[in-house]
């Protein structure tokens, strides 16, 4: 996969507090990249450096295959809603839309119209903004955030405070947007569990360091229901669950194989096993959500 964003080290320090540390983060074209981390875990800040918002400390970045000065330029092809939608309340959302395309030099034709159409919103009308549900102002912000068709898209915590209807309707337009546009997304959440039905890769940042970067189905295959087990000799384990007819399972370090089938097998797999002189050390079934994965992962607690 093509990437259109890469950073290296990149780095914000206030004062001698790192808000965001060392983090080599990479998009590719056309993915919905979602970052997971808490509050104040550095997701705003980042995203804001990636956006040209603010500047880094230390480190680098490249946009569409370029580093440096020769960023500036392309900051025109990213669209963002970070911390609130700047919109005004006394205009109504085409108003609001002509706005911001007026000040970006956008005069395509029907493009307010188009935006309004694919966020869901060309039944509003007269409507002032102030009188928009929560869930509206979110829509019309991210059409703000699409005025000249930008290549890609940064969400700071879309769906914070929304109830789950709002939730829904946000979902459903950032998933066309992206099968329909082939925009890209970056989306900073700590709605674990929302995120992960719309997100096709995901970056997991903690006290401002990414701690790993993982697709989609790499997170399934770690959240996955299965079979965990501890062996002694995981060459001759592998041997014995082959000969059982196993064929869905996968060694994940010196002594541990995970098995995603045939999980109510448990006592004859130990069995077996102890037939053949291995011994297992440990046989479990684990379903692990991504919230559970998350906090395995930082060591916290359930507050997300």
Sequence with gaps: MEHILVTNSLTKKYRHHKAVDGVNMHVGRGAIYGLIGRNGAGKTTLLKMISGLAGPTDGEFSLFGQTGKKTTP????????????????????TE?????????????KNHVEE??????????????????????????????????????????????????????EIRETLCRLNAEKQITFIISSHILEE?????????????????QELTRKEL?????ERIELTVDDTSKACTILE???????????????????????????????????????????????LEDYFLNLTGGERNV
């Design 243 to 289: 000969a059982m007819d196993f064929r869905h399972f996968k060694v994940v370090s010196n002594d541990t194989i995970h098995i995603f089938e045939r999980l109510d097998d448990t006592g004859e797999i130990a069995v077996a096993l102890s037939c053949q002189g291995v011994k297992t050390i440990g046989i479990v079934v684990k379903n692990e959500a």
């Design 115 to 168: 935006l309004l159409e694919l966020v869901g919103l060309s039944h509003t009308g007269n409507k002032r903004v102030k009188n928009f549900s929560l869930g509206m102002k979110q829509r019309l912000g991210i059409a703000l955030a699409m005025v000249g068709e930008p290549d890609m898209v940064i969400l700071d915590e879309p769906i914070n405070g929304l109830d789950p209807h709002g939730i829904a």
């Design 96 to 108: 609001n839309l002509r706005l911001k395309a007026i000040a970006l030099g956008v005069r395509k």
């Design 195 to 211: 995120l992960s039905k719309i997100a096709t890769h995901y970056g997991i940042i903690h006290n401002g360091v990414l701690l």
């Design 74 to 93: 392309l900051f025109s092809r990213i669209g963002t809603l970070i911390e609130s939608p700047g919109i005004f309340g006394n205009m109504d959302a």
């Design 220 to 224: 399934h295959d770690k959240c996955s």
